[in-house]
């Protein structure tokens, strides 16, 4: 009798939970009523992309999903399911959803053996958004009006060993001068004066960990990945000394790692060295490569467009004239013109192409048709930055390259709110280093303009889509002749 009366317990147990399951579905499902799924893409319509992609490239692709699927369309190769989003009226919910909503979820597990176990996606979202606090805090605008004459130096130290004329790559000049920038305000004098080959070296080992082979596979034991994690324990070692050699001795430097350092915790905790090494070199990194490519394209493109290039020299000539004891935090906030160059140039040529999350919870998104479509969770969610930033009804003849498209009659970058320009993404995840970047770029393109004619040899570059930042294939060759006065001694 005992027997059957558990059996019965067990029964009645089971058959109300298949009733809860059932009734739970069935209210989500009615939250959803009105929505659909979005158009799937065929393997056979995936495949047929293959000549496009060879011939034109990703950009391409996209552009012709978007055209055939709309803003809102799922791919599912091998079963591999991915939904993809484009245009801002889509996109709220994944750039501004909270992170128990949506996140990177585990799509950059990548970053773990770069940065190391105490930051980022190593630890949990309560703590990593604390971190990222300690970001916005270190890169706050008062903080960066004080790199401007560090800038300066390093810009004008490593264009002054120029000669008098010749041929440069400009995308290895960048990469360097970048280097030296970031080793001096966020590294600080320690860094950059006794150890920046070492250190450079060792962030380019650790840079393969941005390959798409490492990106895919984080822990397979290739020699790309052995060598980045050699490469992040020398680094972890050279910095931590730094850290706790300024701890012991007391000393405090206008850096961004002094900053680093002196942040704390809600609960009053300070940073703990590893913490502060994971985060400079995350810093590093989300910064350098970025800035490096952006650089580099802002070249091809102004150099390729005369009207621009000229607008930009004479704006450079207005601002010397009247910060004639030099550059500061305000002549470069005046530098409007070659902000919009860049900012263009990022535009056309965005570092990321796209951007992922991980959505944990359902959600819908209407898109301007007034469709509507549920996004199921647990799968990736890619929003098509490029897709995006050349949207026609946002941005006039998104093909030209038009600077004066972000001027005060036009403003297309907010035409349709702030996810209209996505170059730096937006909501709960927008690059905590914008401001930053675009001081760097400037001073270094200020800097090129006052001093040098510069004209483009190589043609214009293709875009290499093999790494996770798009950058300009090959060299950028240009020739250079002095036209200004600052050299190095
Ligand atoms: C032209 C240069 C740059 C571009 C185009 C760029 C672009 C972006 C984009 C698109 C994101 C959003 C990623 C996402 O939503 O998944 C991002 C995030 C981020 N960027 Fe930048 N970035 C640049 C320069 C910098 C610089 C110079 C720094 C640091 C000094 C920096 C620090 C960061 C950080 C820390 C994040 C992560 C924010 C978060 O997850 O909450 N970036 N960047």
């Known amino acids: 009798m005992e027997f059957l009366s558990t059996w019965c317990w067990c029964g009645a147990v089971a058959l109300v939970s298949i009733i809860i399951v059932i009734l739970s579905t069935q209210i989500s499902r009615a939250r959803y009523q009105g929505t659909q799924l979005p158009p799937l893409v065929s393997g056979a319509a995936l495949l047929a992309l293959i000549p496009t992609l060879v011939k034109n490239g990703m950009p391409a692709v996209f552009n012709h999903l978007y055209a055939k699927y709309g803003s809102v369309f799922m791919v599912s190769p091998f079963g591999l399911k991915m939904t993809f989003l484009a245009g801002p009226e889509v996109t ?8 128990s909503e949506i996140s990177h979820g585990d799509l950059f597990e990548f970053t ?6 105490a930051i980022a996606y190593a630890v949990d979202s309560a703590t990593r958004n604390e971190q990222k606090r300690f970001h916005l805090e270190a890169l706050r605008p008062s903080r960066l009006a004080g790199h401007v004459p560090k800038m300066l130096q390093e810009v004008e130290g490593h264009f002054g060993k120029w000669g008098e004329e010749g041929v440069i790559d400009l995308k290895l000049e960048f990469e360097r001068v970048l280097m030296l920038i970031a080793s001096r305000c966020f590294l600080g004098k320690e860094v950059r004066e006794n150890m920046f080959d070492e ?4 962030f380019t080992e650790l840079g393969n960990g941005m390959s798409l082979g490492s990106i895919l596979f984080p822990y397979l034991p290739t020699p790309a990945n052995r060598r980045r994690d050699r490469a992040r324990i020398r680094l972890t070692e050279i910095l931590s000394e730094v850290v706790e050699s300024r701890k012991r001795s007391g000393r405090v430097e206008e850096d961004t790692l002094q900053g680093l350092i002196d942040s704390k915790y809600k609960d009053g905790r300070s940073t703990s060295v590893q913490e502060v090494v994971g985060l400079i070199i995350s810093l590093l990194f989300a910064g350098k490569y970025t800035s490096s490519v952006a650089s580099t394209w802002t070249g091809a493109c102004l150099l390729s467009h005369p009207t621009f290039l000229a607008a930009a020299i004479e704006e450079q000539e207005q601002i010397a004239k009247k910060y004639k004891d030099g550059l500061d935090y305000s002549a470069v906030m005046e530098m409007e013109t070659l902000h919009n160059c860049i900012k263009e140039t990022l535009r056309m040529h965005p570092p990321a192409l796209a951007l992922a999350r991980k959505a944990h919870t359902h959600f819908t998104v209407q898109t301007r048709e007034g469709k509507q ?7 990736p969610i890619a929003t098509l930055v ?12 998104p093909q030209v390259y038009d600077p004066r498209r972000f001027g005060p009659e036009r403003k297309e970058d907010i035409a349709l709110g702030k996810l209209s320009y996505m170059s730096f993404g937006g909501g709960r995840h927008v690059c905590t280093g914008e401001a930053y970047a675009y001081m760097q770029i400037k001073l270094i393109w200020s800097h090129l303009l006052k001093n040098f004619e510069l004209q483009l040899i190589s043609p214009f570059p293709e875009t290499d889509w093999g790494n996770y930042v798009a950058k300009p294939k090959g060299n950028l060759f240009v020739r250079y002749k002095r036209t200004g006065s600052v050299q190095s001694i």
């Open 386 to 397: 490029l897709v995006n930033n050349n949207l026609p009804y946002i941005y006039k003849e």
């Open 199 to 202: 250190i450079t070296t060792l």
């Open 373 to 379: 479509y549920e996004i199921e969770p647990d799968h």
């Open 112 to 117: 773990v053996p770069m940065f190391g176990l």
């Open 92 to 99: 709220t919910h994944f750039f501004q959803g909270l992170d």
